[in-house]
C-alpha cells in the first residue's frame, strides 16, 4: 500500500527523515510481534501440514516411497525427509 509520508506522519518526523532519504518509496515493515510467519495468513502452512500428515499415515499403512512420490509429486528425499520428520512427532 502507498501513502504519503506527508499525509501521515508529523511535519518533525518528515524532516528527520529526511536528513537521510528524499524522493524516494521507503518501506516501512511490520513490527516482528506483528508478523506472521510463512503461509500463516493464507492457510499453505497449515495445507503442508495436513499434507505431510496424511504422507506419514500412508507410508506407516505401508505405502511405497515411490507410489507417494507419484501421487504428491515429491523427489524421494523430500517424501522421506516428511517421514522421518513424522516419526520424531
Known sequence: MYIKAEDVLPESLLEAIQEYV??????????????LGWGEANGTRQQIYKRNREIVRKAAAGQSIYSLMEE?????D????IISAGRKE
Open 72 to 76: 504428491y509429486h515429491l523427489s524421494y
Open 22 to 35: 528524499q524522493g524516494v518509496e521507503l518501506y516501512i515493515p511490520k513490527r516482528p510481534e506483528e508478523r
Open 78 to 81: 523430500s517424501i522421506r525427509k
